[in-house]
C-alpha cells in the first residue's frame, strides 16, 4: 500500500514537471498581439552609487592615474536611447588635467542605449575621463561633473535619483605627481 502511494505521488511529481517544461518551452508570448501598450514609468538618470547611497563617494586619483570611470544608469529602463547631458566645473582644466572624448571644457553629453532584448539589466553608459600628466607642479585639482539634463524620444527624463539633488554629482579628485 505504501508502495502504491509513493508510485502516486511520483507519478503526480512527473506530471508537474512535464507540464512546467511544457511552459518554459513556449515561445516568449507578443505582448503587441496580446494588444497590450507599452507605457514608460517615471524615469530618471543619475550617477550609479552602490545601494541606497545618496551620494556618491569622491574619487581619488592622481595625474598619471589613467583614466577614471563614472557609470550614468536609468534605473528603471527606459523605450529609446537617453541623451544625458553634463557640466564640468571645480580647479581641473580640460585638456590640460583631464579630457573626456567628444566633451569640450564646459561639458558634454552621453547616450544611454536602449536594449530591447534585455529587459532584467539597467540601462547604463559609463563616462571615461582620461587623466593628462603635464610635468610641471600645479598641485591638486579637483573635477566636478554635473549632470544637467536628459532626453529619450518620448520626452524629458528628470535627473538625479528618484528626481531629487542625490546623485547628480561625481567628484574627481587629481592629485599632482610633480
Ligand atoms: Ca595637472
Ligand atoms: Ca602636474
Redesign the pocket.
Known amino acids: 500500500m505504501k508502495t502504491y502511494n509513493n508510485k502516486m505521488i511520483m507519478k503526480k511529481i512527473l506530471l508537474i514537471l512535464f507540464s512546467a517544461s511544457i511552459i518554459m518551452s513556449c515561445d516568449e508570448f507578443d505582448i503587441a498581439d496580446q494588444g497590450i501598450v507599452l507605457e514608460e514609468l517615471p524615469s530618471y538618470v543619475a550617477f550609479n552609487a552602490n545601494g541606497t547611497e545618496a551620494y556618491l563617494d569622491t574619487v581619488f586619483t592622481d595625474?598619471n592615474g589613467g583614466s577614471a570611470t563614472f557609470n550614468v544608469e536609468a534605473p528603471t529602463g527606459t523605450l529609446s536611447d537617453i541623451t544625458v547631458n553634463y557640466e564640468f566645473s571645480g580647479t581641473a582644466i580640460f585638456g590640460?588635467?583631464f579630457n573626456v572624448a567628444g566633451a569640450s571644457a564646459a561639458g558634454g553629453s552621453l547616450v544611454i542605449t536602449h536594449d530591447p532584448a534585455d529587459f532584467l539589466d539597467f540601462d547604463n553608459k559609463d563616462l571615461d575621463i582620461s587623466l593628462?600628466t603635464?610635468a610641471i607642479v600645479?598641485g591638486e585639482?579637483t573635477l566636478n561633473i554635473n549632470l544637467i539634463s536628459a532626453s529619450n524620444a518620448e520626452g524629458q527624463i528628470a535627473v538625479g535619483r528618484g528626481g531629487t539633488d542625490y546623485l547628480k554629482s561625481a567628484v574627481l579628485v587629481?592629485a599632482?605627481v610633480d
Open positions: 595625474e590640460t588635467d593628462l603635464d600645479d585639482k587629481i599632482d
